[in-house]
């Protein structure tokens, strides 16, 4: 069964950093390319990374302050977000690419004074 289980997430102020994780059981993870999407209140989801092998793109969005990086003997994704500004509130969901309707129960980003 494929589990992905987010964590990390919080209410931070602008211009902090937070680190996201997402573990994965059920795939092989060391050869499975896997994103990030985030979701704000009242849109969809939307994909913010997407990392396979030694590549990793980014949405505009989070360019230059988001980065991904994985641990494949932990089996674990991360999302390492620095600056965070308060449009970047969401909720933060991994998995794999393409996703293939599988989904977490994603972890809450707040950002706000």
């Known amino acids: 069964q494929v589990q992905f289980v987010e964590s990390g997430g919080g209410l931070v102020q602008p211009g902090e950093s937070l680190t996201l994780s997402c573990a994965t059981s059920?795939?092989?993870?060391?050869?499975?390319?896997m994103a990030w999407y985030r979701q704000a209140p009242g849109n969809e989801r939307k994909l913010i990374a997407a990392?396979?092998?030694?590549?990793?793109n980014y949405a505009d969005s989070v360019k230059g302050r988001f980065t991904v990086s994985r641990d494949n003997t932990k089996n674990t994704l991360y999302l390492h977000m620095d600056n965070l500004k308060p449009e970047d509130t969401a909720v933060y969901y991994c998995?794999?690419?393409?996703?293939?309707?599988?989904w977490g129960q994603g972890t809450q980003v707040t950002v706000s004074s």
């Open positions: 998995t794999t690419v393409p996703p293939n309707n599988r």
């Open positions: 059920g795939i092989v993870f060391r050869t499975s390319a």
């Open positions: 990392t396979s092998g030694s590549l990793t």
